[in-house]
Structures are given as structure tokens and as C-alpha cells.
Nanobody, 123 residues
């Protein structure tokens, strides 16, 4: 049974950093793309970043480039999202999701989801 568990969220001041972790189990992770999505209160879920099984990274939101970095360690079945220079508009519940093969920005095309971790950016 494929499972995803997020951790690392919390409260941080503007300009601060957080590192989110997505721990995957129950599958061979290098065949799955893993993505981070986020959903702010009252808004639709949106893709933040995605990484293919090979480790190549792609990003869905232009304005996280240069601030957020997605990496994966297939030996440990972990995907990390390093978030720097956080802004209040980054406040949301962050989810990791998995689908076989390639990255795509459409949440509905991901087959497996974690429970989410709250990120709050506030002074």
C-alpha cells in the first residue's frame, strides 16, 4: 500500500525558511513522480514543484523559483521541499502527491496523497 507522510510545517516569520519532508513507503519510488501542492484557505489546490523519479526537478509556480528547491533521495524514499525567503502568501496546507511516471500540474491526475502539513508565514 503506497503511503505518503508529510512533516516539517509550522509557523515562521516572513523571510524565514522551512524544509518539508515527504516520506514515501509501499512502492518503488524511482518509478513515481512526486509533487508538492498547496492549498490556501478558500483557494484551489495548486502545484508548487514536482520531481521525476530520475531526480529532475520541475516547478509549477514561477514565483517560487529561486526560493523553493525540491530534491529526492530514492534510497530513503524521501522528497524534500526546501523553502526559503517565505512570504505571507506562501501560507497554506502543503501536500505531497505521487503518480507513476511524469510530472504534471493537475492535482486530479495524482493517484496518492499525504494528509498535508500546515505552513504559516506571519510576523
Amino acid at each position: 500500500q503506497l503511503q505518503l507522510v508529510e512533516s516539517g510545517g509550522g509557523l515562521v516569520q516572513p523571510g524565514g525558511s522551512l524544509r518539508l519532508s515527504c516520506d514515501a513507503s509501499g512502492f518503488t519510488s524511482d518509478t513515481y513522480a512526486i509533487a508538492w501542492f498547496r492549498q490556501a484557505a478558500g483557494k484551489e489546490r495548486e502545484g508548487v514543484a514536482c520531481i521525476r523519479g530520475s531526480g529532475a526537478g520541475t516547478y509549477n509556480i514561477d514565483w517560487v523559483k529561486g526560493r523553493f528547491t525540491i530534491t529526492r533521495d530514492n534510497a530513503k524514499n524521501v522528497v524534500l521541499l526546501q523553502m526559503n525567503d517565505l512570504k505571507p502568501e506562501d501560507t497554506a496546507v502543503y501536500y505531497c502527491a505521487a503518480r507513476k511516471y511524469g510530472c504534471i500540474s493537475t492535482a486530479g491526475l495524482f493517484d496518492f496523497w499525504g494528509q498535508g502539513t500546515q505552513v504559516t508565514v506571519s510576523s
